[in-house]
């Protein structure tokens, strides 16, 4: 049985806290030792990525890895085995760099780390760069893994998840600039040349915040598209590609914070809405296999027959194809607003508990969110969990609101398209 995200959470809080106050003091008395015999080296050669719980994050995190591979640095990641495709989108990491945990039971969450913390030592990693804001876990794996220089975020005299004394590069998270932005501090601090408390006191212009585009392969293009087709004609819709539009709805939000997903009735609402406006074009709800019943209500709800609920019917891998064939779409904050950045569809991104300022996809986007003078209500400070039951951050959101920036959005796409 997998282990729930609130599970989690208590054995971080329980376990960890205890953990890292035994662990901290261990690794510093280490260092020292180390110190003594051999100097830390001039640049880092092996930087190790830890980022575990967020497929968004694999995407965010692609500038700040490439930085590192321009300064001459081989670069590892490690991720949770469920999320590890979210690295395939761009393969910036060699699959052979790539180290799992699986998290899906206890004992093999148990194994996997043990098994890491022994191949981290094998492959002589020098420097790990932890992403996670949230994390004991990933604070424990940071100091036990071997490397002399640690880098990640800390909490200084503020208020926060305390995650022990490990690091030996503490960085400044600053939660007024987007993550992609705090992600290449994490790089400037593995790099520089002397220590600074805090850092990293240099100043990222928006120039460094660009992505990679992913390599489409053709066939896998064609697959796709004859998938859509198919589904189209199943069921009696007309649909010729490049002449009709091809819009996505992506009603669903992980079960991380389940206070992002806008209601399933206003997602059906907004397909009637696109419908009513572009009758000849076709809709696809998306979602996972397991996302299937809650797509299909959503269909059901809407009764719009050029609206297929294709949930499960692409793999991972031929995401970026089926983005480069549709329009535009419209998604809950969550990992497709970040995948699809990495190719050229338009996105409409929905924001409550997160902000867009720290979060919002740097692709295509654009971002709607309510403003509440509560949100945002999850943060470094509270481990990403909100006493939250009624999102009205999410409700405040209209459909007239989401069916204007998919007017807008799909006006720049014909024009993209010469359509």
């Not at 007017?407 to 359509?419: F, N, T």
Request: with cysteine; glycine share 4%; aromatic share 8%.
């Amino acid at each position: 049985m997998a282990i729930s995200v609130n599970t989690m959470r208590t054995i971080d809080h329980l376990v960890g806290v205890p953990l890292c106050a035994i662990v901290s003091p261990i690794v510093a008395l280490t260092d020292k030792i180390k110190n003594v015999f051999s100097r830390e080296l001039a640049e880092p050669k092996k930087i190790l990525f830890i980022e575990l719980s967020e497929m968004g994050s694999a995407i965010l995190v692609d500038p700040a890895m490439r930085n590192a591979q321009e300064r001459g640095a081989e670069i590892f990641f490690l991720i949770f085995k469920s999320n590890s495709a979210s690295l395939t989108l761009l393969n910036t990491v060699k699959p052979e760099n790539i180290f799992t945990i699986d998290a899906s039971s206890l004992g093999s969450l148990v194994k996997d780390t043990l098994k890491f913390l022994l191949i981290a030592r094998v492959r002589h990693i020098d420097t790990v760069i932890d992403l996670e804001l949230f994390s004991r876990f990933t604070a424990l794996l940071t100091g036990l893994c071997g490397a002399r220089r640690r880098v990640g975020y800390h909490i200084f005299h503020g208020e926060g998840l305390w995650r022990g004394t490990m690091l030996t590069r503490k960085v400044h998270y600053n939660p007024h600039i987007h993550i992609t932005k705090n992600f290449l501090s994490l790089i400037h601090a593995a790099f520089a040349k002397a220590i600074e408390v805090p850092f990293s006191k240099i100043h990222i212009p928006d120039s460094e915040v660009k992505l990679e585009q992913a390599i489409i392969n053709p066939d896998m293009m064609k697959k796709v598209l004859s998938r859509i087709e198919k589904k189209a004609a199943e069921a009696g819709i007309s649909y010729t590609y490049g002449k009709d539009r091809l819009i996505l709805i992506n009603p669903n939000a992980s079960d991380l914070l389940p206070q992002r997903r806008w209601a399933q009735q206003r997602f059906s609402e907004l397909i009637q809405a696109i419908h009513q406006r572009y009758p000849n074009d076709l809709i696809l709800i998306t979602g996972s296999p397991a996302e299937f019943v809650y797509v299909d209500k959503v269909r059901f709800v809407a009764n719009v027959k050029n609206a297929i609920n294709f949930a499960g019917q692409v793999s991972f891998s031929e995401l970026p194809p089926l983005y480069t064939l549709s329009d535009v779409m419209v998604t809950n904050d969550s990992g497709p607003g970040h995948f699809s950045a990495v190719t050229p569809l338009r996105t409409i991104v929905l924001f409550g508990p997160e902000t867009p300022a720290l979060y919002g996809s740097v692709g295509n986007s654009i971002a709607i969110t309510a403003n509440l003078a509560c949100s945002p209500c999850v943060s470094a400070a509270n481990h990403r969990k909100t006493p939250c039951q009624d999102n009205v951050c999410m409700q405040a959101i209209s459909v007239h609101q989401v069916l204007e920036k998919v007017v807008l959005q799909l006006q720049e796409a014909d024009k993209a398209k010469g359509r």
